[in-house]
């Protein structure tokens, strides 16, 4: 059977085909419709993990019992998991472990453009990379064997275009995969220095192993064309190359991106008169390939910055002659990201800038806040830093400077990172203030349950998690729950936390308007005989406002009904439409 197939449902169904029992994630585009797919297929336990480390330790724990167990994550996730990956690429599995990890070229949704091949040779585990989702289901299954074969995890690397490209999958059945027994053996599985060490040993035998079969399995290959010009891609840039150069150039794909097949790389470099390395970011293959002392062209001619395309690669190596022509690409009107109409954050960062706080800032829906007009937001850094980086803000600058500094942070951000964060501050007697925006859901990935939402993965109802008392537990004597549509209660609540000279947290409560449950009353329409023309309505940045010049008027197809707009109206002109 075949079937049209995103990147991630293929590596879902792959992992289903392989025979996994256990699937572990955080939410992170773009690789969250990996696990969401998982969870379709009822026969794999399936879970939402608090964050990226414990879904990790998690998915080992499983392996190490004997199953077969999957772990996905977007790449700066993979920092978040560093610990658990570089200590389990020691102790080896028992059932496969495969780590499923996805990059984002171009920060299409992502705060950095960092390389996660460089973890793989780091932690010195393999890593393959699928360039359709055919591959993106075959690698998944291959990589479960690998991983079984050569004891060790094994990270399937993805980028944005795999993970959200379709393409044509054929679908097998699932394998009849006997759970491996499980047993003690500590010298294994209990990484203490004298342990360590002797798995060290071991690590790198089954680098040497792996070295051999990346030149013998079926993961690299040579497709020959015109041998004037020689290309070594994988991934989407190698889809991007076929696209430039066609049959006027041959290829050495590459599916096994670490380690690297040199004999292989070797043989291509002398059969073709000159040699291309095509990688998106940084010149990961190329330096490798420059140590083996073959001359290579790559990044003196491409970008380390951003997506590649075949245009810009047919632009940047004019040196290889094809008949295909050049691809236009019509410029593509300019849309900045914005909060959606009914947004709950909107409330709370329009009363923060009305108080000009200082504010540091969080990885969610919610970093649109420092974007015109609210240009709330001073400073983001990663996930649960907000909480952190505002405490070393007052600590650096003083009681006075700390009672106009706030943290904002989402519920599952918090949960993900920001509660030990919250932890250091009233150790370490801070005075911060820490606003988490609770709008019930992970918001920013496409509406995935959390632990303080009451509900797995599967939509099953389970333990909700009581952020008021899990701020109480850890030492926070100040602790309210406001509504942030009810502007002058949160803006009365700011004012009082922040002149507190001891660790305070408001949780600002309002779900996402985007949840099924939430509904408002319908659009709201501009009085023009009532107007003033105040412009206040556009302080909250809402884009169903739209300003015509000689009028304002509210879009009714964007216009939910949520009514804080009509909370800054003092003329009474927004009503219901």
């Not at 419709?33 to 330790?57: F, G, H, Q, R």
């Not at 070295?211 to 497709?223: C, Y």
Request: aromatic share 6%.
């Amino acid at each position: 059977m075949r079937k049209l197939m995103l990147g991630n449902e293929a590596v879902a169904r792959g992992a289903y085909e392989a025979g996994v029992t256990v699937a572990t994630a955080y939410p992170g585009t773009p690789s969250t419709e990996i696990t969401e797919n998982i969870a379709e297929y009822d026969d794999i336990y399936c879970e939402w993990s608090p964050n990226e480390k414990v879904a990790l330790e998690v998915a080992a724990g499983s392996s190490i019992a004997g199953a077969r167990s999957i772990c996905s994550m977007k790449h700066v996730g993979l920092n978040v998991a560093a610990d658990p990956l570089f200590t389990t690429s020691y102790t080896g599995v028992n059932g496969g472990l495969v780590i499923m990890v996805a990059d984002d070229p171009g920060m299409h949704s992502s705060q950095n453009e960092q390389d996660s091949r460089f973890y793989a040779r780091s932690a010195k585990v393999p890593m393959l990379e699928p360039a359709d989702s055919q591959e993106c289901k075959d690698f998944v299954e291959q990589g479960f064997a690998i991983s079984e074969r050569f004891d060790t995890p094994v990270i399937v690397r993805l980028s944005t275009r795999i993970a959200h490209s379709q393409s044509i999958v054929e679908l097998g059945e699932k394998q009849a995969y006997q759970m491996k027994d499980y047993y003690k053996d500590p010298a294994k599985y209990v990484m203490m220095p004298a342990m360590a060490r002797k798995r060290h040993i071991e690590v790198e035998k089954r680098l040497a192993a792996l070295r051999e079969f990346s030149d013998t399995g079926n993961l690299n290959r040579i497709e020959w064309g015109s041998r004037e010009a020689g290309i070594i891609a994988g991934g989407i840039a190698y889809q991007y190359a076929r696209e430039a150069f066609g049959e006027t150039a041959s290829y050495l794909k590459i599916g096994m991106v670490y380690p690297l097949p040199e004999k292989m790389i070797q043989q291509f470099a002398k059969e073709v008169q000159t040699l291309y390395v095509i990688e998106e970011l940084e010149p990961f293959m190329e330096d490798q390939i420059k140590k083996m002392g073959i001359q290579v062209r790559g990044k003196d001619l491409l970008p380390v910055m951003g997506e590649l395309s075949a245009q810009i690669i047919k632009e940047k190596i004019l040196s290889i002659k094809t008949e295909i022509q050049p691809i236009t690409n019509d410029p593509v009107p300019v849309r900045p990201p914005v909060m959606c109409p009914g947004c709950p954050h909107r409330g709370a960062f329009y009363v923060l800038k009305k108080l000009k706080m200082n504010v540091s800032g969080d990885i969610g829906c919610y970093t649109l806040g420092a974007l015109a007009p609210m240009e709330s937001i001073d400073v983001v850094i990663c996930m649960g830093a907000s909480v952190g980086a505002a405490h070393g803000m007052a600590k650096a600058r003083g009681k006075e400077f700390a009672q106009k500094t706030v943290a904002v942070i989402g519920d599952s951000t918090f949960i993900h990172s920001g509660i030990t964060g919250l932890i250091d501050i009233v150790y370490n007697k801070g005075i911060s203030t820490v606003i988490i925006l609770d709008n019930s859901i992970t918001g920013m990935t496409g509406h995935q349950h959390h632990p303080a939402t009451g509900y797995t993965i599967k939509g099953e109802p389970t333990r909700q998690l009581n952020l008021i008392q899990l701020v109480k537990a850890v030492g926070v004597d100040r602790v309210r729950v406001t509504d942030p549509f009810d502007i002058k209660e949160f803006e009365k609540a700011v004012k009082e936390e922040t002149e507190a000279e001891e660790p305070s947290v408001i949780i600002v409560q309002r779900p996402c308007a985007l949840l099924k449950n939430v509904i408002f009353e319908g659009p709201q329409a501009i009085n023009p005989q009532k107007c003033k023309q105040c412009k206040m309505c556009l302080r909250i940045g809402c884009p169903a406002i739209v300003d015509l010049g000689d009028t304002i008027e509210i879009n009714e197809a964007l216009c939910v009904g949520c009514k804080l707009c009509t909370k800054l109206c003092s003329a009474d002109a927004i009503v219901k439409r």
